[in-house]
Nanobody, 121 residues
């Protein structure tokens, strides 16, 4: 399965933005999905994950209340709604899929090309 994250861009601090992750080759319904990001000079950071059922979710503590993960299996798409964006949210955002549901990037088998987000102050 090939994943592609999109929806990034240049926004201002305080704005909201929704990222999307689509797939080709196989339906996302088979996979738990996660969102990660990597800022320049930093390690990849877990943001959120969602089970195949679209109900069970997992968040990084620092993202709770500001970021929301969801999925629409009928549209084969996973979303990351981001609110109250801050300059420190500037990063490349990646979606990932796999059979397991975890904060660890190691459990995800499939990774999309990232989408870059820049938040200006």
């Amino acid at each position: 399965v090939q994943l592609q994250a999109f929806g990034g861009g240049l926004v201002q601090a305080g704005d909201s933005l929704r990222l999307s992750c689509g797939a080709s080759g196989r339906t996302l319904n088979f996979y738990s999905m996660g969102w990660f990001r990597q800022a320049p000079g930093k390690d990849r950071e877990f943001l959120a994950a969602i089970l195949r059922n679209g109900i069970n979710t997992l968040y990084a503590d620092s993202m709770k209340g500001r970021f929301t993960i969801s999925r629409d299996n009928a549209k084969n798409t996973v979303y990351l709604q981001m609110n109250s964006l801050k300059p420190e949210d500037t990063a490349v955002y990646y979606c990932a899929g796999g059979p397991l549901y975890s904060r660890s990037s190691a459990v995800y088998d499939y990774w999309g090309q990232g989408t870059e987000l820049t938040v200006s102050s």
